[in-house]
């Protein structure tokens, strides 16, 4: 179940819904720099193993006391109408648990130790895009998303028991690749206020559906410095079959969004 790992995974990337937009110029190169970011989603989801479902449902603040280190960032270059972009995402998170002692019935006899299960997870998109300006208000885009995570299970024994198992599991280590479709439509209300609507559509790739779409308010400080805001949903869809069973996964995360951008 690999596969269904990294769809879960791929729930805690973050990503903006694109640069502020710079006016087509023949001559210079216009640049931006989404960084910090962040998106709060929340995750609902099913998975169908051979048509047993089982609900998923993940409050943000579950996702949050797990995570313990992230990195997310998007760079935008525009020469004339062509645009290119490449945004990172990088999340480390650490869960732990800790199950019951068992003893041995009738008798004050630790069979088995209680076990602190300690999950470390690493998961991350690196999307590589080339855009064209096709209208002032109008940028179409496409290019490749590569989504990867590394999920490890280590098990440790915290007593003496008649069976003791430590060990570390590797239980996910995949890396996924979808060809990507977007275009995203600005409007500018003033000098100061503007409107960012955007989406992507995997036509390719691992995963049978890979859908973003953001709405974003953008607000500008300075000519350097802008501020935006706005809401994002993604949904991923996976059908698989291993050792003869089928699995499909179904997630839906959607949440608020808040960033800075560095427009030189």
Do not use: Q
């Given at each position: 179940m690999k596969r269904f790992a990294l769809t879960l995974a791929v729930a805690v990337c973050l990503s903006a819904p694109g640069a502020v937009p710079a006016q087509a110029n023949d001559d210079n190169w216009d640049f931006s720099l989404l960084f910090p970011m962040i998106w709060a989603p929340d995750i609902n989801g099913k998975i169908d193993v051979d048509d047993n479902v089982i609900d998923v449902n993940i409050p943000f603040s579950d996702i949050a006391d797990s995570l313990t280190m992230g990195f997310l960032g998007e760079f935008y270059a525009q020469k004339g109408r062509w645009i290119y972009a490449v945004k990172i995402n990088y999340?480390?998170?650490?869960?732990?648990?800790?199950?019951?002692?068992?003893?041995?019935?009738g008798f004050d006899i630790p069979l088995a130790p209680s076990y602190s299960i300690i999950t470390d997870q690493v998961t991350g998109t690196t999307d590589l895009m080339v855009g064209y300006q096709a209208h002032d208000s109008v940028r179409l885009?496409?290019?490749?998303?590569?989504l990867f995570t590394e999920i490890d299970l280590g098990i440790t024994p915290l007593g003496p028991g008649l069976i003791e198992i430590e060990k570390k599991i590797n239980l996910a280590d995949e890396t996924l690749h979808d060809w990507l479709v977007g275009a995203d439509f600005t409007h500018q209300f003033n000098p100061r206020w503007g409107l960012i609507l955007s989406g992507d559509v995997a036509i390719a790739g691992d995963n049978d559906q890979d859908f973003v779409t953001n709405v974003a308010l953008t607000y500008r400080i300075s000519k350097l410095n802008n501020l935006w805001m706005g809401y994002r949903y993604m949904r991923i869809k996976d059908k698989m079959t291993e050792d003869g069973v089928d699995i499909k996964t179904d997630f839906v995360q959607q949440g608020p969004m808040l960033g800075w951008a560095f427009t030189f």
């Open positions: 999340l480390e998170s650490e869960s732990e648990s800790v199950t019951d002692e068992l003893t041995l019935p885009y496409t290019g490749v998303r590569t």
